[in-house]
């Protein structure tokens, strides 16, 4: 089963850029769609980005289009979510999570989704 590890996470002021990574291990990661999602405390966890197996198709949540991009390399097992004009909002912890579905164009819904990864914290300052 793939196992995955979040890195990237910190403290950055408003207008500030982030990249963090998912390095995958245990598993086909190239066979799967790849997707990131974030708590923020006190609220459900919400989907961000996701990844289709191939790289070739990606969806975003409204609240960060055109502000964060979702790439991966299936050389290094690895998926990334480059986040850029950050905003306090974006505060969260965020997950990365392998689709259940081999081949996926990649999906937008938390049960699609497992496993996960243990998360990463985002801290956005004002």
């Known amino acids: 089963q793939v196992q995955l590890v979040e890195s990237g996470g910190g403290l950055v002021q408003a207008g500030g850029s982030l990249r963090l990574s998912c390095a995958a291990s245990g598993g086909t990661f190239s066979r799967y769609g790849m997707g990131w999602f974030r708590q923020a405390p006190g609220k459900e966890r919400e989907f ?9 198709n990606t969806v975003y949540a409204d609240s960060v289009k055109g502000r964060f991009t979702i790439s991966r390399d299936n050389a290094k097992n690895t998926v990334y979510l480059q986040m850029n004009s950050l905003k306090p909002e974006d505060t969260a912890v965020y997950y990365c999570a392998a689709d259940r579905s081999i081949f996926s164009v990649g999906g937008t819904r938390e049960a699609d989704f497992g496993p996960w990864g243990q998360g990463t914290q985002v801290t956005v300052s004002s």
């Open 48 to 56: 961000v980005a996701t990844i289709g197996w191939s790289g070739g």
